[in-house]
């Protein structure tokens, strides 16, 4: 296993980090997320430094649940300002320990100060998962499963079984 990968390595592959002004909307946020395809996003000041993180959470629990107008409310009001970040030298297992410790579900990659990436728990399980198995095995993991067949007109077991639709 190549848990010593560094996650600067495994984001350099990744997306480009999404970033949003604190002063603007919650509406404004969510329009950029649906446009990006993504669950966050890093919030950063004037001199494009992290001052926090807004997910699709945030937006749910501090502004639409409580009726808030996200035409109105600003992302300052709701953004996770207590930003978990790591750098680019930070292993990959590292990555996944800070994320499982303080329950979050994406993590910036900070280099001096600024924002290089922004990895996913996904991005993390997947790496490690297809690094864990030599290629032969990762082919034997990703083939179709079959359905069982029986004869014309009879059940297999475990169409019989309720197992197969």
């Known amino acids: 296993m190549h848990d010593a990968q560094r996650i600067g390595q495994m984001a350099a592959t990744s997306r480009p980090v999404i970033t949003i002004s604190p002063e603007s909307t919650v509406v404004e946020a969510a329009h950029i997320m649906l446009k990006h395809d993504v669950g966050c996003l890093l919030v950063t000041d004037d001199r494009g430094e992290v001052a ?28 996770t300002a207590d930003v978990i970040t790591c750098m680019p030298w930070t292993t990959v297992e590292q990555a996944r320990q800070l994320m499982a410790q303080h329950r979050v579900g994406h993590l910036p990659v900070v280099d001096d100060g600024r924002p290089v990436a922004m990895v996913s728990a996904e991005d993390v399980l997947s790496h490690q998962l297809l690094t864990a198995v030599t290629p032969l095995e990762r082919s034997e993991f990703l083939e179709p499963l079959e359905k069982p067949e029986a ?4 059940m297999s077991p475990a169409m019989a079984a309720g197992f197969v639709a």
């Open 52 to 79: 926090g993180i807004l997910s699709e959470r945030d937006i749910v629990s501090k502004a639409v649940a409580r009726s808030e107008d996200p035409c109105a409310v600003r992302v300052s009001q709701v953004m």
């Open 151 to 154: 004869p014309a007109g009879q």
